[in-house]
T-cell receptor, first 115, second 112 residues
Framework: AQSVTQLGSHVSVSEGALVLLRCNYS??????LFWYVQYPNQGLQLLLK??????LVKGINGFEAEFKKSETSFHLTKPSAHMSDAAEYFC?????????????FGKGITLSVRP | DAGVIQSPRHEVTEMGQEVTLRCKPI?????LFWYRQTMMRGLELLIY????????DSGMPEDRFSAKMPNASFSTLKIQPSEPRDSAVYFC??????????FGDGTRLSIL
């Protein structure tokens, strides 16, 4: 069984400040991990993914995440927040392929960016 | 390239009516997923297909819900009869090889 925990439901940062969104996972198989972003009235868009290659993963829009097996974490960061980053962010876990292809999502975190 | 296309984008109907949601996956993708998103329950996987065959429908809430994939380029999710608690945003996603899922823009369903 797989699960994802995203602590807190809302994070607020100032424009230009560091963004840190936390994600912890549980998986009985080597996990694939994903961060998706959802803007209002849109579907989910892939930010980045970890598929057992490099542990530091770079994504779109300046975001990156680091896979830490010892901490079962996959936190999302961005050095400097921009107003356009305001959205909802979802962490998700799956097994590699086949029967483990289901994505299990966290509850999501809403990111607000203050001017 | 065209992404996942869902129709309609919005649907408002009365309780008891049949509702049909449609999805066209990305050409060449072999997995198709249906999700429901609500404030209370977040994103829930309802069912997924591999090569047009349903693999896991354990997330389908009740017998009122059914999903089909008659060919590689089309899937439907039906609710009959619909109830107010079915109001949600329904997403379709597709993937190649079951890894990265690409989402449509969703159908916002309101049951009055």
């Amino acid at each position: 069984a797989q699960s994802v925990t995203q602590l807190g439901s809302h994070v607020s940062v100032s424009e230009g400040a560091l963004v840190l969104l936390r994600c912890n996972y549980s998986s009985s198989v080597p996990p694939y991990l994903f961060w998706y972003v959802q803007y209002p009235n849109q579907g989910l868009q892939l930010l980045l993914k970890y598929t057992s290659a490099a542990t530091l993963v770079k994504g779109i829009n300046g975001f990156e995440a680091e896979f830490k097996k010892s901490e079962t974490s996959f936190h999302l960061t961005k050095p400097s927040a921009h107003m356009s980053d305001a959205a909802e962010y979802f962490c998700a876990v799956s097994g590699p392929t086949g029967a483990n292809s289901k994505l299990t999502f966290g509850k999501g975190i809403t990111l607000s960016v203050r001017p | 390239d065209a992404g996942v296309i869902q129709s309609p984008r919005h649907e408002v109907t009365e309780m008891g009516q049949e509702v049909t949601l449609r999805c066209k996956p990305i050409s060449g993708h072999d997995y198709l997923f249906w999700y429901r998103q609500t404030m209370m329950r977040g994103l829930e996987l309802l069912i997924y297909f591999n090569n047009n065959v349903p693999i896991d429908d354990s997330g389908m809430p009740e017998d009122r819900f059914s999903a089909k994939m008659p060919n590689a380029s089309f899937s439907t999710l039906k609710i009959q009869p619909s109830e107010p608690r079915d109001s949600a945003v329904y997403f379709c996603a597709s993937s190649l090889g079951g890894t990265t899922q690409h989402f449509g823009d969703g159908t916002r369903l309101s049951i009055l």
